[in-house]
């Protein structure tokens, strides 16, 4: 009996490998041929290139020949067939990625990331670029205009009293200020001017018609003196933040939710013809139909968990919304109930995760048995898409047909089954040349008639108040009313957003039509109030009640006086 080579331990005669170990079976070296590894020290076989026992190659010189027996011959004929093998392969990879990318083509896509794409393109495109647009409005932390409203109506008797007759206010908003001026003028009188200015926790106000004081109010004082409460609200400004932050966090949860879809859920077809039932027409064409994996769904969860209780940038946005330091700063850590704010956030999504995760396989299974998602596609444009809720037994249904330059119509509905009845339906049809759209919807329901609006706008042009310049139609034909926006150049600069109301006996008592402009400038002109300084920081109750019971008088009287020359 011999002993294996590798391990030591006996070997069967005749056996061909190691029931221990695995190794070959080779012939004991003798005497006259063998040699140790000048690495390790082991014994080696002739013609060996590596060590058995440590794997380092070997030199000519340390390996005397030696034929090599049969089995291992064989052994090196497979494993050498399979190296090939899989070089090949590995080749034909190369060359069907890489190579297209040299001549200018693209790899064909899956199956799965084509749907994603698809969808990608048609919906979260235009969702995201919304929320990037709202978010810098919104998230500016400033705002500056002179906005003036005028009104008027189709009853000569009530315009007598409305030509001439405007609200003025002027705004000058910062992060951390507010300054506004209002002016009321009733047919050509003012009647009332205000004015009014926070900065940094001070309030001042000024009432020019009444008298020449300027009222001063240290907030933070007030505050501590009146509640008891040690703040400083000089502290406290308007959180800052961009869109373009929020769109990339969005677009981030946006792709792995998409790893739900995998090319085992997704079933290709080609040359399918389908028919657009409320749009017409017919088409032939590839559909891509999606059927949720209870797996892949739990991977998914699993995977958006992490996400959650990594991510340093959904923190540190949050964080700038919330600004915890700015708001203990102001109110003291008692604004949290003495708890910390980053703490208690990253506890908040720790248990988020932790809830997917504990929930991920039910969610999954749900999923798997609640949905189909369908896409239909002409070319490389998608023309349906179908959603089937099994527990409802309906499908939600998007139709598309045509182009933006020639004209896009969209239909969306609930198909129950029943042709003679749809919950709702969404019918929209438009053009878009450039910046400019000109298109219309109508929303149909069997409880509430139809509602539709037309539209012909530049989103290039836009008000300060982030509305784009054009027309705007709506009509309810239920309720015999309709209401217009026309947004333009205001005749005396800024711009003028002119609304008009229309309607029956049951709408408007005294008349049929309102025109509400308001005009807008794109930087206001407000002023800090000006007078005598009276500081009121310390006014006891009974002070307070005196001053504003004072200036209720002296408003009244004023107003009555100025008033009663135009009605009498």
Same mark, same amino acid.
Request: glycine share 8%; charged share 25%; hydrophobic share 35%.
């Given at each position: 009996?011999?002993?294996?080579?590798?391990?030591?331990?006996?070997?069967?005669?005749?056996?061909?490998?190691?029931?221990?170990?695995?190794?070959?079976?080779?012939?004991?070296?003798?005497?006259?041929?063998?040699?140790?590894?000048?690495?390790?020290?082991?014994?080696?076989?002739?013609?060996?290139?590596?060590?058995?026992?440590?794997?380092?190659?070997?030199?000519?010189?340390?390996?005397?020949?030696?034929?090599?027996?049969?089995?291992?011959?064989?052994?090196? &004929?497979?494993?050498?067939?399979?190296?090939?093998?899989?070089? %090949?392969?590995?080749?034909?990879?190369?060359?069907?990625? %890489?190579?297209?990318?040299?001549?200018?083509?693209?790899?064909?896509?899956?199956?799965?990331?084509?749907?994603?794409? =698809?969808?990608?393109?048609?919906?979260?495109?235009?969702?995201? @670029?919304?929320?990037?647009?709202?978010?810098?409005?919104?998230?500016?932390?400033?705002?500056?205009?002179?906005?003036?409203?005028? *009104?008027?109506?189709?009853?000569?008797?009530?315009?007598?009293?409305?030509?001439?007759?405007?609200?003025?206010?002027?705004?000058?908003?910062?992060?951390?200020?507010? *300054?506004?001026?209002?002016?009321?003028?009733?047919?050509?009188?003012?009647?009332?001017?205000?004015?009014?200015?926070?900065?940094?926790?001070?309030?001042?106000?000024?009432?020019?018609?009444?008298?020449?004081?300027?009222? *001063?109010?240290?907030?933070?004082?007030?505050?501590?003196?009146?509640?008891?409460?040690?703040?400083?609200?000089?502290?406290?400004?308007?959180?800052?933040?961009?869109?373009?932050?929020?769109?990339?966090?969005? +677009?981030?949860?946006?792709?792995?939710?998409?790893?739900?879809?995998?090319?085992?859920?997704?079933?290709?077809?080609?040359? %399918?013809?389908?028919?657009?039932?409320?749009?017409?027409?017919?088409? #032939?064409?590839?559909?891509?139909?999606?059927?949720?994996?209870?797996?892949?769904?739990?991977?998914?969860?699993?995977?958006?968990?992490?996400?959650?209780?990594?991510?340093?940038?959904?923190?540190?946005?949050?964080? +700038?919304?919330?600004?915890?330091?700015?708001?203990?700063?102001?109110?003291?850590?008692?604004?949290?109930?003495?708890?910390?704010?980053?703490?208690?956030?990253?506890?908040?999504?720790?248990?988020?995760?932790?809830?997917?995760?504990?929930?991920?396989?039910?969610?999954?299974?749900?999923?798997?048995?609640?949905?189909?998602?369908?896409? =239909?596609?002409?070319?490389?444009?998608?023309?349906?898409?179908?959603?089937?809720?099994?527990?409802?037994?309906?499908?939600?249904?998007?139709?598309?047909?045509?182009?933006?330059?020639?004209?896009?119509?969209?239909?969306?509905?609930?198909? @129950?089954?029943?042709?003679?009845?749809?919950?709702?339906?969404?019918?929209?049809?438009?053009?878009?040349?450039?910046?400019?759209?000109?298109?219309?919807? $109508?929303?149909?329901?069997?409880?509430?008639?139809?509602?539709?609006? $037309?539209?012909?706008?530049?989103?290039?042009?836009? $008000?300060?108040?982030?509305?784009?310049?054009? #027309?705007?139609?709506?009509?309810?034909?239920?309720?015999?009313?309709?209401?217009?926006?026309?947004?333009?150049?205001?005749?005396?600069?800024? #711009?003028?957003?002119?609304?008009?109301?229309?309607?029956?006996?049951?709408?408007?008592?005294?008349?049929?039509?309102?025109?509400? #402009?308001?005009?807008?400038?794109?930087?206001?002109?407000?002023?800090?109030?000006?007078?005598?300084? %009276?500081?009121?920081?310390?006014?006891?109750?009974?002070?307070?009640?005196?001053?504003?019971?004072? &200036?209720?008088?002296?408003?009244?009287?004023?107003?009555?006086?100025?008033?009663?020359?135009?009605?009498?």
């Amino acid at each position: 009996m011999k002993n294996c080579s590798n391990c030591g331990k006996p070997l069967e005669d005749g056996a061909a490998l190691c029931e221990s170990c695995g190794a070959v079976a080779l012939e004991s070296p003798s005497a006259g041929n063998q040699t140790t590894c000048p690495h390790c020290g082991k014994a080696l076989y002739a013609n060996a290139r590596f060590c058995p026992n440590c794997g380092k190659e070997l030199s000519e010189a340390s390996s005397p020949a030696q034929k090599i027996p049969a089995s291992e011959n064989k052994r090196r &004929l497979i494993f050498g067939g399979a190296a090939a093998a899989v070089l %090949v392969l590995l080749a034909v990879v190369i060359f069907a990625k %890489v190579i297209p990318s040299l001549t200018g083509g693209k790899p064909a896509a899956q199956p799965a990331a084509q749907f994603v794409s =698809y969808q990608k393109d048609l919906l979260a495109e235009q969702a995201l @670029s919304s929320l990037e647009r709202t978010m810098d409005i919104y998230g500016a932390g400033s705002f500056s205009t002179d906005m003036t409203v005028t *009104v008027s109506v189709d009853n000569d008797e009530l315009n007598h009293f409305l030509t001439d007759s405007s609200l003025l206010m002027k705004l000058d908003l910062k992060p951390d200020s507010l *300054v506004a001026n209002g002016e009321f003028t009733l047919m050509g009188s003012s009647l009332f001017t205000g004015d009014f200015l926070y900065d940094k926790g001070t309030l001042e106000f000024a009432l020019p018609d009444l008298n020449d004081s300027c009222y *001063v109010m240290d907030l933070s004082k007030l505050a501590s003196r009146l509640g008891g409460m040690d703040v400083d609200l000089s502290v406290l400004k308007l959180p800052e933040f961009s869109g373009k932050d929020w769109r990339t966090l969005a +677009e981030t949860y946006l792709d792995l939710v998409c790893t739900a879809v995998t090319e085992e859920s997704v079933e290709m077809e080609k040359d %399918v013809r389908f028919t657009l039932t409320e749009l017409g027409g017919s088409y #032939t064409g590839t559909t891509y139909t999606f059927t949720p994996r209870a797996e892949d769904v739990e991977a998914m969860l699993i995977k958006l968990a992490g996400q959650l209780e990594g991510d340093k940038t959904l923190r540190k946005l949050i964080l +700038e919304l919330v600004n915890p330091s700015m708001l203990s700063a102001a109110f003291g850590m008692d604004v949290f109930d003495s708890a910390d704010f980053e703490e208690e956030l990253d506890e908040g999504l720790t248990e988020l995760a932790e809830e997917l995760r504990d929930n991920a396989a039910d969610i999954g299974e749900a999923a798997e048995e609640a949905f189909t998602w369908t896409l =239909y596609v002409e070319g490389k444009e998608v023309r349906m898409i179908r959603i089937t809720d099994h527990y409802a037994e309906e499908d939600l249904v998007v139709e598309c047909s045509g182009t933006e330059a020639e004209g896009l119509s969209t239909a969306f509905y609930v198909d @129950s089954g029943d042709s003679d009845y749809r919950p709702f339906t969404v019918l929209s049809t438009y053009t878009k040349k450039g910046k400019a759209y000109t298109g219309e919807i $109508s929303f149909t329901s069997p409880h509430d008639g139809t509602i539709d609006c $037309s539209y012909d706008i530049d989103t290039g042009k836009q $008000s300060v108040l982030g509305i784009p310049y054009g #027309t705007y139609d709506v009509d309810v034909s239920h309720d015999d009313i309709s209401i217009k926006l026309e947004v333009a150049d205001g005749s005396e600069g800024g #711009t003028d957003h002119i609304l008009t109301l229309r309607g029956n006996e049951y709408v408007f008592d005294d008349f049929s039509r309102m025109d509400i #402009t308001v005009n807008t400038t794109a930087k206001s002109s407000a002023k800090r109030p000006s007078g005598t300084t %009276v500081d009121i920081t310390g006014y006891s109750d009974e002070e307070y009640d005196e001053l504003f019971e004072e &200036l209720g008088t002296a408003f009244y009287q004023d107003l009555m006086e100025k008033v009663e020359p135009l009605v009498g």
